[in-house]
């Protein structure tokens, strides 16, 4: 079974809208990864948050980790169209393995 | 660079048939895996490997088999084709498993 569980499944918003979207998992983690998707193409990472870490930025993302919620959350701030994709969270839980979940499908309209 | 390419881009199979998914990574990463992508379940891990002659099985190894000979090149076989193994598969690599993942562009499959 799937370690993570994105939510919303999908997200529609306006440009300049900030996006959050969060990731639930199952088990504890040793790091926890963002990615993105463009329709049909491969994923490209965002931003690693290892799990002594509470919050990290990077542009206008930010990322916040709760272990002991075991979840974490993304947040697009000043949302623009060229952020329309879907957004993955994958974990790696002390195994060789990194695990994704299922994905919020963000829509940002002009 | 060319990071990491799959080939083919597209492929149809009849039931029954064989085929191997190339994958090829020129970064010199350890960590290889493989992928499948179908609509509404994310991407599920298929098999790995942290490094030349050493593969593991993911979540659904069923039907696939892998190998590595080479750090740069990781195949992934399907031996004998079903419909349930229509989907987008998806190559990646990194230095370690807990270091950015970088993915192909992905092989759409399709079994009739």
């Known amino acids: 079974s799937q370690q993570g569980e994105e939510d919303p499944q999908a997200l529609s918003i306006q440009e300049g809208e900030n996006a959050t979207m969060n990731c639930s998992y199952k088990?504890?983690?040793?790091?926890l990864q963002w990615y993105r998707q463009n329709s049909g193409r491969g994923l490209v990472h965002l931003i690693l948050?290892?799990?002594?870490?509470r919050e990290k930025h990077s542009g206008r993302l930010r990322v916040t980790l709760d272990t002991s919620k075991k979840s974490s959350s993304l947040l697009i701030t000043a949302s623009r169209a060229a952020d329309t994709a879907s957004y993955f969270c994958?974990?790696?839980?002390?195994?060789?393995?990194?695990?994704f979940g299922t994905g919020t499908r963000l829509q940002v309209f002009p | 660079n060319a990071g990491v390419t799959q080939t083919p881009k597209f492929q149809v199979l009849k039931t029954g048939q064989s085929m191997t998914l190339q994958c090829a990574q020129d970064?010199?990463?350890?960590?290889m895996s493989w992928y499948r992508q179908d609509p509404g379940m994310g991407l599920r891990l298929i098999h790995y490997?942290?490094?030349?002659?050493?593969?593991d099985q993911g979540e659904v190894p069923n039907g696939y088999n892998v190998s590595r000979s080479t750090t740069e090149d990781f195949p992934l076989r399907l031996l004998s084709a079903a419909p349930s193994q229509t989907s987008v598969y998806f190559c990646?690599?990194?230095?370690?498993?807990?270091?950015?993942?970088?993915f192909g562009p992905g092989t759409r499959l399709t079994v009739l």
């Open positions: 994958a974990t790696d839980a002390w195994t060789d393995k990194l695990i």
């Open positions: 970064m010199n990463h350890e960590y």
């Open positions: 490997s942290v490094g030349a002659g050493i593969t």
């Open positions: 948050i290892r799990s002594n870490e």
């Open positions: 990646a690599s990194s230095r370690r498993l807990a270091d950015e993942q970088f």
């Open positions: 088990t504890s983690i040793n790091n």
